[in-house]
Structures are given as structure tokens and as C-alpha cells.
């Protein structure tokens, strides 16, 4: 079973809005902080943002004020939501969750930011 699963990825113009979701199938409690990150082409995988088991949080700069991460505990679901997107933050989206031993991550789901 795939511990961490993402969704929700897809076309957007710029200014738009999108909200990513991420499955943690072992339960979203398993993980001592969760995370996004995202890679565009011939780029370097870079921190969204982080949201610890107790609900502190941690954005990368060029998203600030724009993006916000939450989880849902009941559901076992993470999610970012980004608005004010630009074509800038076209990338592979993943989902990150860390258990203090191991690193686990989703397969990514693609945003493109474009008119």
C-alpha cells in the first residue's frame, strides 16, 4: 500500500486557485511533521510548506501569503491550498512525510500555471 498519495494537480490560468491533497493511507499521525515540496524542470526540489504533528507550520519565501497547508486529522488528509498561482510555480507537487527514522514520499502530481 502506498503510504502517501497526492491529488488534486492540474491546468490553472494565472491567478487562479487549486488545492492539492495528499492520502496518508498509515494515518496521518504516523508522521512527526508532512510537508510539500515541489521540482520544476531543471530545477532543484524546493520546500512549500511544512506542518508539524502538532500544527506548526513553515513556508518557503515564494509562496508566503499565497499558499496554505492544513491536514485533516479525522480524514488522514493534508492539503495546500494555492491561490494567486503564476506561471512560476508550475512544477511536480509531493507530498512529504517524515517519521523521524524514514523520509516518505508521494508520486507527485503535476500544476501547470499557464494562460
Known amino acids: 500500500q502506498v503510504p502517501l498519495v497526492e491529488s488534486g494537480g492540474g491546468l490553472v490560468q494565472p491567478g487562479g486557485s487549486l488545492r492539492l491533497g495528499c492520502t496518508a493511507s498509515?494515518?496521518?499521525?504516523?508522521?512527526?511533521?508532512m510537508g510539500w515540496y515541489r521540482q520544476a524542470p531543471g530545477k532543484q526540489r524546493e520546500l512549500v510548506a511544512t506542518m508539524s504533528r502538532l500544527g506548526m507550520t513553515n513556508y518557503g519565501d515564494s509562496v508566503k501569503g499565497r499558499f496554505t497547508i492544513s491536514k485533516d486529522n479525522v480524514k488522514n488528509m493534508l492539503y495546500l491550498q494555492m491561490n494567486s498561482l503564476r506561471p512560476e510555480d508550475t512544477a511536480v507537487y509531493y507530498c512529504k512525510g517524515t517519521t523521524g527514522a524514514y523520509d516518505y514520499w508521494g508520486q507527485g502530481t503535476q500544476v501547470t500555471v499557464s494562460s
Open positions: 498509515g494515518g496521518i499521525f504516523s508522521y512527526s511533521e
